[in-house]
């Protein structure tokens, strides 16, 4: 399933290699000091780009996806010929960085120092990042660069978005750059597989407020430009909201009752669909779950080791043998076999895509993505009978699957 999904969704999918190959970039630019400029990158989604241009080179914060570099190479180039010398991460978000592929060659890549270790474990396996993506400087507090006549600041404050959170500071053109951090008009977004938590906010959104001045202009990893007034609107409702989730997690237990419950509704109004409230809610409820037990180990790890060394069929008894045994210790969803079966068909091992996504269809037979997934492997492999049945399947889960329809509808009309 590829069409309308979730941005969550989309930007795994990304990590394992698989958009659209005829995406378009489009790319907005907007000046904001003499050296600084802000590039709206479009690539399927938008995503914030920041770059200081001048004599002394190129520097990027947040450089974007690698399917971009054509787009955004495009749009500096119309303002200078210099080369992109230096890099900085907010965090490592791969739609964010995965162009560091491409500038790690000649540019140095400046991240926080848990950076390394997460692009090294988890989902992250699945990108495959080349040697020359990695950090050049590892950074674990605040970092002072000089560059086209300005102080930069490097700021870490991991532990709300991810584990490897950093704003990068502008102190002559005063504007912030703070990643997932702080932002405007919406509630956060929490990677605890990536070592963020929901306790991490808003200590680290306050504090990273506190740092500037209410003169500053702040850019967030996606969406738009936003005032110190804002931020502060920000912080102050994820200062009100958690302790009114906590409550309600206290009397409910119950996620969908939690959500019933509409804790938030008297709560600042304005704030857009995504992440909205609820999500919000099912986000303090996840970590007030993992309270109890804990972040599970990722099973993405050992099962993509096992596909490197040997056909899907190892990759399953490698799966068995942890669900026999340690079951409790990994986390066990039907995303992970669905990405290993895209990184297969990816990788055009599409036998062994079919192997691995049949068994999420075993594994999770009540979704209607497993049958989805199963059928676009078996379209790729040619079979249209096993492909539409499949796809007939998912649409009898779920008859909104709209990716399902138009790929039945494709198969039907393909002679
Ligand atoms: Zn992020
Ligand atoms: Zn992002």
Known sequence: MLRKRAIYLLCLLMAVGLVFPQSETSVETTKLSETLYHFKVTTLFPVNT???????????????????????????????DQKVTTVINTHTHDHHISMNKQLGNTAKIYSHAASTDLMKSGLDVLVEWSPESFPTYKI?????????????????????????????????????CTGGVLKAGSYPMVDYARGGDFRGFPKTARAALNHFSEDVKFIQSHGKMFSYTEGEEYVTRLEKSIPLIKKTFAQEKD??????AEPLKNLLPGVPDY???????????????????????????????????????????VYKVIKQSNKDIYGFNETVLNLLGYYLINKNRLADA?????????????????????????MHKGNRWLAKRNYKKSLKIYPGNENGKAMLEKLNSDT
């Not at 200081?52 to 303002?79: C, F, H, R, T, W």
């Not at 532990?159 to 502008?170: I, N, S, T, W």
């Not at 996620?255 to 019933?260: D, E, I, R, S």
Request: net charge negative.
């Open 255 to 260: 996620l969908k009752k939690m959500v019933a």
């Open 140 to 176: 674990d507090s605040d970092t002072s660069l000089y560059f086209n006549g300005e102080e930069i600041q490097l700021i870490p404050v991991p532990g709300g978005h991810c584990g490897d959170d950093m704003m990068v500071y502008f102190t002559g053109s005063k504007v912030a």
């Open 50 to 80: 920041l770059a200081s241009i001048g004599p002394n080179g190129i520097l990027l914060v947040d450089p974007g996806m690698e399917q971009s570099y054509a787009g955004l190479m495009k749009a500096l180039a119309e303002i200078s």
């Open 275 to 317: 992440p909205n409230q609820n999500y919000w809610i099912r986000t303090i409820y996840t970590g007030l779950a993992l309270e109890n037990n804990g972040v599970k180990k990722s099973l993405t790890e050992p099962l993509y080791h096992a596909l490197q060394s040997g056909p899907a069929t190892e990759m399953v008894t």
């Open 354 to 378: 079919i192997i691995v996504l049949k068994l999420n269809a075993r594994e999770y037979p009540k979704s209607f993505n497993v049958y989805d997934s199963l059928g676009e492997a078996y």
